[in-house]
C-alpha cells in the first residue's frame, strides 16, 4: 500500500504559479500511476493529470494543458504539479492519488485507490 501526502497549496490572484508536491512512500513507487485530482465546492472530483510510468507517459484534463506540468522524481519518490497562468475557477482542493492500473481510465478520478488527504488552493480574482 501507498502513502501520500501533499504540500504546497495556498493563495495566490489570478496569473499566478504554485507547485504542489506529493511525497509518496510505502510500496515501490513505480508500481501506480500517479495522478492528480481537484474538487471544488459543490462538485465532484475532476481528474486533472496523471503519469504512467509504462512509456513514461503524462497526461492532462483539457481545462488545464499547457498551464500545468506533471513532474516525477523517482528518487525522492515524489509527484509534483506546477500550476501556471492560474485562474478562479482553478480554486479546489488538489488531491494526489494512486491508482494500481494503467489503462485509459486513469483518466477519470474514479480509478485512483489512494489518496492523500489534499491541499487547497484558492485563486483570487
Known amino acids: 500500500q501507498v502513502q501520500l501526502v501533499e504540500s504546497g497549496g495556498g493563495l495566490v490572484q489570478a496569473g499566478g504559479s504554485l507547485r504542489l508536491s506529493c511525497a509518496a512512500s510505502?510500496?515501490?513507487?513505480?508500481?501506480?500511476?500517479m495522478g492528480w485530482v481537484r474538487q471544488a465546492p459543490g462538485k465532484e472530483r475532476e481528474f486533472v493529470a496523471a503519469?504512467?510510468?509504462?512509456?513514461?507517459?503524462?497526461y492532462y484534463a483539457d481545462s488545464v494543458k499547457g498551464p500545468f506540468t506533471l513532474s516525477v522524481d523517482n528518487v525522492k519518490n515524489t509527484v509534483y504539479l506546477q500550476m501556471n497562468s492560474l485562474k478562479s475557477e482553478d480554486s479546489a482542493v488538489y488531491y494526489c492519488?494512486?491508482?494500481?492500473?494503467?489503462?485509459?481510465?486513469?483518466?477519470?478520478?474514479?480509478?485512483?485507490?489512494?489518496w492523500g488527504q489534499g491541499t487547497q488552493v484558492t485563486v483570487s480574482s
Open positions: 510505502g510500496r515501490t513507487f513505480s508500481s501506480y500511476t
Open positions: 492519488a494512486a491508482a494500481l492500473y494503467f489503462g485509459a481510465a486513469i483518466l477519470s478520478a474514479r480509478t485512483y485507490n489512494y
Open positions: 503519469f504512467k510510468w509504462t512509456g513514461q507517459n503524462t
